[in-house]
């Protein structure tokens, strides 16, 4: 993650852990016992980083604050700072791995990169797979993505294998590639080179799947990566590796900005320019243009949901929204207008493509004995982030006391994600197909459906640490909970049952 050093002292006063007068050209101290100082520019680190309280940001509406044991919301601060100078915590040793457990050794990760992108086949990754595939041409080139290669593929056949030794191994790996990423971004040639930043999203992706500190330390990788794609500018990710990376990444870093109710730079024409430029042979251009719009919208998502999340959360208390009438009407225009568009884009989208089929579902689950099933992986993720982005938007304009006339049932949005989890939730990366729908779906779900959820995160969280039940509500425990229509804003309130449902089928394929 990426961070600079709080103290405003010189580096020798900071290393010393002394007060610095911060005089110029030379501080106090290093005057007094004839040292020269170093000076005070402060450099790049990227470090696994810890939250932070802050009393000014409002509350997120999604993110549970268990982890920080307070009321207020996790701040992800990760401004990008380049100085020549390379910091003190580079000089350190870089921890020595473990060996590798056999028959896997570290001169043979490249070929298992190789097969990544046959992992994804079936559509495993959507647009992750074209990225993915240029990892073993780039092996040997940089120190810092060799590591990162190296923690992401033995984190992958870890998990796959259910291997614990492997699963170590990665996270040793981890450690040894942040220090060398702090190095490189210290590095003024190597810090905006395309190496660099795919390391940065290889360790982030690799934070999704093992949260090393926190079940939403993604989060703060995510963010230093945003600011990292801005320093770097739109013109750099033209080339076909640096685009695949934009076009593969571009989900997470959306995510990280609607958790977080701060707008998404990807939502500006240039980078939308860029991102629309096909260079997958794979996808027709009809397909690919009806992803690109849709990423568009959800692009547009983060502005929306920067006030979205006040009236939401007044709402869960009975409170009516603070919001002064310009505010309002601004919010409930952006929501409408921005909900207009996903519902014209899903009626063009289903005339596209074959959508889902139901089936009586292979574990026979009695809550949903019905399930979906799709074609293809990548299309059943965007139809539940569809269907998730429409049950947020419904929610928002309910919450301003604004009801759409052909708005659609969020218990209908809800049991459509639900019926989809046991065709695109399965295998490693289901959960990272499933995570944002059904963390949507659990706020309007019924006390029934909302412990189904809680059981399918309890799960997944077993080798996906976003999912962890820390990032519920309550930590995914029954609470009160709000029965709602289209007539009324509140109603009456109903204790949820005790107890979860216990799924006995394991998750992974």
């Not at 020269?36 to 450099?43: A, L």
């Not at 600011?227 to 571009?250: C, T, V, Y």
């Amino acid at each position: 993650m990426v961070g600079v050093p709080r103290s405003t002292g010189c580096a020798l006063c900071i290393k010393r852990r002394i007060k610095c007068d911060e005089g110029r050209p030379s501080c106090a101290n290093c005057t007094k016992y004839g040292q020269g100082c170093p000076g005070y520019d402060k450099s790049l680190k990227f470090v696994v980083g810890k939250v932070h309280r802050s009393r000014r940001q409002q509350r997120s509406y999604l993110k549970h604050q268990k982890t920080t044991g307070a009321d207020s919301p996790i701040v992800w601060d990760s401004p990008i700072f380049i100085s020549e100078s390379p910091s003190p915590l580079i000089s350190r040793s870089v921890p020595s791995l473990p060996s590798l457990p056999s028959p896997v050794d570290v001169k043979n990760l490249s070929i298992l990169a190789d097969h990544l992108p046959k992992w994804t086949g079936s559509g495993d990754l959507l647009f992750m797979a074209r990225w993915v595939s240029f990892l073993p041409s780039r092996f040997g080139r940089n120190q810092a993505l060799d590591a990162a290669i190296t923690c992401f593929t033995v984190q992958q056949l870890g998990t796959t294998q259910g291997n614990q030794r492997m699963l170590a191994y990665a996270r040793s790996t981890y450690i040894q590639a942040l220090n060398l990423l702090q190095k490189s971004i210290n590095n003024l040639d190597e810090a905006s080179s395309s190496e660099t930043l795919c390391a940065a999203i290889l360790l982030c992706i690799y934070e999704l799947f093992a949260g090393t500190t926190a079940f939403n330390s993604w989060m703060k990788h995510a963010a230093g990566i945003a600011r990292l794609m801005i320093f770097r500018g739109p013109e750099r990710h033209r080339n076909e590796f640096d685009h695949s990376m934009l076009i593969a990444f571009r989900g997470v870093i959306t995510m990280e900005c609607m958790f977080n109710g701060k707008p998404c730079f990807l939502a500006e024409d240039a980078w939308r320019l860029v991102a629309r430029e096909n260079r997958s042979s794979c996808v027709p251009d009809h397909l690919f243009n009806m992803f690109e719009d849709f990423s568009m919208y959800m692009a547009m998502m983060p502005e929306v949901l920067r006030d979205g999340w006040k009236v939401l959360e007044l709402r869960k208390t009975n409170s009516s929204p603070c919001l002064d009438s310009k505010k309002g009407a601004s919010l409930i225009g952006h929501s409408l207008d921005l909900y207009d568009k996903f519902r014209a884009w899903g009626k063009r989208f289903t005339r596209l493509v074959p959508s889902a089929y139901e089936a009586p579902s292979p574990r026979k689950d009695p809550l949903f004995p019905v399930v979906f099933k799709y074609d293809h992986p990548g299309l059943a993720t965007i139809y539940c982030t569809y269907w998730a982005c429409l049950i947020l938007l419904q929610e928002i304009l309910k919450a301003c006391h604004f009801f759409h006339e052909n708005a659609v049932d969020d218990q209908d949005l809800v049991e459509n994600i639900c019926k989809s989890v046991e065709s695109n939730g399965s295998g490693v990366w289901g959960p990272f197909r499933m995570a944002f729908p059904l963390r949507i779906a659990w706020e309007c779900a019924t006390p029934e459906v909302r412990t189904w959820i809680g059981t399918w995160h309890e799960l997944y969280s077993q080798h996906y640490a976003a999912t962890s039940m820390e990032s519920l509500p309550d930590g995914g425990r029954p609470r009160i909970a709000k029965k709602r229509n289209k007539a009324e804003a509140y109603l009456a309130m109903e204790k949820l049952p005790p107890g979860m449902r216990s799924i006995r089928e394991e998750v992974c394929g």
